[in-house]
């Protein structure tokens, strides 16, 4: 027996089945509206060096502007795509959150980790994850390590006190039942893995782009799933599942695709559903201005 759940922006699909079978979450992202701003030159880009990435350690926060509402515009931003997505499998059975809308594949996707509630030796798999959605897409990715940030019902994607003149990067957080009510841990039943989506914004006249995200992870059933065989592996694919609803892909109705809604243990990697979806959203605008 299964159930279809909307409410406040989530969607799910329950499959009420014995030993926690498991929902994946996902919620809408949040759109705003901008008048065209100009332009703006970074005096410390290297024009000669597009797309160089920057090692953790050399990594420097700029402060940002008092009183700004949003970075300074261009900011960690490339004259050109900093790679270039794979050839499709040119698949139909995919879905995108939003029309039009991607990450800037002129700019990394910077993102960090917070260790609390996060159950011992699953930072490979988040690294493992990541490196998956990246070669879909062809965006880059740089680990920038942990943070102390914490857990938010409604996180701000520019914090320039924590993160500086940029937007906030891509957060990778464990939660408890208490921090996310969707999140439950019953052993017979339902429970939601995981939630993950991101944060759009739209400049008139250039378009629109994903700034920021976020992927929520169930610490105490994925805790649980690790002890089992093969429990990694599902992890992974869990991890990899949201961080594909951050960069725009949606639950597709096909048990074949890790996109499906529910878990699955013949389903551990992308199929060429998914794989279609993520080659196109590898291949968003680059919008400099934002």
Known sequence: MSAVVLCLGFAAILQFIPDAAAKIGVYVPFVAQWAPAPAASDPDADESAPGRLLADADAVIVPAAPGADRPTPGRDSSPRPLGTPPPSPGDSRYALMRENTAYDPCRPIRYVTSTENMPDGTADLITAA?????????????????????ASGNRSAF??????????????????????????SDVYGTNAVGIGGSIAYTLEGKGSAYVTGEVQLNTAVLSRDLSKPGGRDTVRAVIAHELAHVVGLDHVDDPSQLMAPTTSSSVSSFGPGDLTGLALLGSGACIPEL
């Open 130 to 150: 990541v490196a998956e959605v990246s070669r879909a897409t062809g965006l880059v990715f740089i680990d920038e390590g942990t943070t102390s940030e914490p």
């Open 159 to 184: 914090q320039p006190e924590r993160y500086g003149d940029r937007w906030a990067p891509l957060l990778f957080i464990w939660k408890t039942e208490a921090q996310q009510p969707k999140f439950t």
